[in-house]
Antibody, heavy 121, light 110 residues
């Protein structure tokens, strides 16, 4: 079965960078894209961006595109999200999500368990 | 402020039917299918409804989705205590070239 397993909690100082990993299994990695979604404590969901596991092409949300990088390693079926110049309001759970769908529509089918990134001085 | 608009809260008693609305624009819901996600307390979100009306395997048929124009709705019939959760709608937005979410609706089972 499909599994999406993320790396553990990170505690960072303002201005630092963080890199979260997302290891997938149970399917052919290059067949589906991966999105990243974050959720600040007590708040709603915010889409950050998408990466094609096949080509490595990315589509990043305007709000964050200057500070985020999405990459993947086909050999280990792992996706990565790196966020730079961290600010306290970047404190959130970060979710890796495997997409599914076809020409009729796409959706976030499989969610990782979430990685808490806490930014504080 | 979220691009898609949902009521912040909804409630019902066991056995009742409740609906949660999701309002968007021509570039989001008006042009693309809507998906719904359920987030139980302390857990990651989970896919509940996709492409407007489809239920993934394992989701009870008490949950149903609909869409008309630039709005969508999630209906939960025969409400149960385990349905108490946050519910989010989502759609692709052609103008923003990205996914947008509703602000979430907290469902309370009284």
């Amino acid at each position: 079965q499909v599994q999406v397993v993320q790396s553990g909690t990170e505690v960072k100082m303002p201005g630092a960078s963080v890199k979260v990993s997302c290891k997938t299994s149970g399917y052919t990695f290059t067949t589906y894209g991966i999105s990243w979604v974050r959720q600040a404590p007590g708040q709603g969901l915010e889409w950050m961006g998408w990466i094609s596991a096949y080509t490595g092409d990315t589509n990043l949300a305007q709000k964050i595109q200057g500070r985020v990088a999405l990459t993947r390693d086909i050999s280990t079926s792992t996706a990565y999200m790196e966020l730079r110049s961290l600010r306290p309001d970047d404190t959130a759970f970060y979710y890796c999500v495997r997409e599914a769908g076809d020409s009729t529509g796409y959706y976030f089918a499989y969610w990782g368990q979430g990685t808490l990134v806490s930014v504080s001085s | 402020q979220s691009v898609l608009t949902q009521p912040p809260s909804a409630s019902g008693t066991p056995g009742q039917r409740v609906t949660i609305s999701c309002s968007g624009s021509g570039s989001s819901i008006g042009s693309n299918p809507v998906n719904w996600y359920q987030q139980l307390p302390g857990a990651a979100p989970k896919l509940l409804i996709y492409t407007n009306i489809q239920r993934p395997s394992g989701v009870p048929d008490r949950f149903s989705g609909s869409k008309s124009g630039t709005s969508a709705s999630l209906a939960i019939s025969r409400l149960q205590s385990e349905d108490e959760a946050d519910y989010y709608c989502a759609a692709w937005d052609d103008s923003l070239n990205g996914w947008v979410f509703g602000g979430g609706t907290k469902l309370t089972v009284l």
